[in-house]
């Protein structure tokens, strides 16, 4: 398990200069084979499941009182954040949309195994254009850990937009991602770092997955880029001030400058998503983000 050393050195490196690693786009079709699937099929054994419990305790901190009718959850992959919107946040009618059929019917299956699948479905489509929802169709709309897997920024740029667009206007629009770190040798330290769980768990394919991802993550800046600027939204960039790792964008309603309304999880004591055996891992990551730089755009 990496130590707060560990962070503390990497966090230093990352401040340490300019930006020297440049973005490298992630191989074509890899959530489409057997191995990929199957292994994501398995995060929430795995320290991905630090970052879904983030996105959930950021959700039930940031939403508006007293909306939580319909959702989507866009590049949902094998469903299981989709899922937890429904057990954790009790949105009644969530839709999860995913380019890669094969993650759809394994979602699909998720749902049915939880007895969820009269309040959550998958669907295959494209994140760019979300042609069968309605302008204002959404209480939230969430894209979480896959910008990375857009080709460019204009398709990221076109996925917000889409997520404004079904959006109620006093609704939540939530995207999650990695954050590209500032050299090679620093991203394969994090990466082997932080990797070492999913090769422990016997999931190659995900590591390489994971190394891939960070290789493709947008840096903040460029994320930024991305944040569409006709919207009414107020719209908060949330980055770590020490190992900015993942990046956090909310669309909040027009003229709301409170990114945050209330404190505490979503879940009863006990039922916390995060295994016993990383709950010093979670401490970190929730210290983290308490700490985090908060712009508003």
């Known amino acids: ?64 009182a007293g909306l939580a009718d319909r959702s989507v959850d866009i590049a949902c992959g094998p469903g299981h954040f989709t899922l937890c919107l429904a057990r954790f946040l009790d949105y009644r009618t969530i839709t999860g949309v995913d380019l890669s059929l094969p993650m759809v ?25 979300l042609f069968d929802l309605r302008d204002n169709a959404c209480d939230l709309a969430t894209f979480t850990d896959a910008a990375h897997h857009m080709p460019d920024l204009a398709a990221v740029a076109r996925v917000i937009s889409e997520m404004n667009r079904v959006t109620r206007p006093e609704g939540l629009v939530v995207i999650m991602d990695l954050v590209r770190l500032r050299t090679a040798a620093l991203t394969e330290r994090y990466v082997n770092c932080l990797g070492h769980d999913y090769v422990q768990r016997g999931l190659p394919a995900f590591f390489d997955d994971f190394r891939n991802s960070m290789y493709a993550a947008w840096t903040a800046k460029e994320l930024r880029e991305a944040i569409p600027r006709d919207t009414d939204r107020t719209w908060c960039h949330i980055v770590p001030r020490g190992l900015p790792t993942i990046q956090i964008v909310l669309g909040l309603p027009a003229g709301r400058k409170k990114p945050f309304l209330r404190s505490g999880v979503p879940w009863p004591p006990n039922e916390c998503p995060v295994p016993k055996e990383m709950g010093f891992d979670w401490r970190m990551v929730r210290v983290t983000l308490a700490c985090a730089c908060k712009t508003l755009i």
């Open 1 to 64: 398990m990496p130590s707060v050393s560990d962070f503390t050195a990497m966090a230093i490196s990352q401040h340490g200069g300019d930006q020297l690693l440049a973005r490298l786009s992630e191989p074509a079709s890899i959530t489409d084979t057997e191995a990929n699937v199957t292994q994501y099929d398995q995060v929430m054994t795995t320290k991905l499941v630090l970052a879904y419990a983030a996105g959930l305790q950021i959700i039930h901190r940031a939403r508006p």
């Open 105 to 129: 019917e394994i979602a699909n299956q998720n749902a049915r195994k939880l007895g969820l699948a009269d309040r959550v479905t998958f669907r295959a489509g494209d994140a760019t254009n």
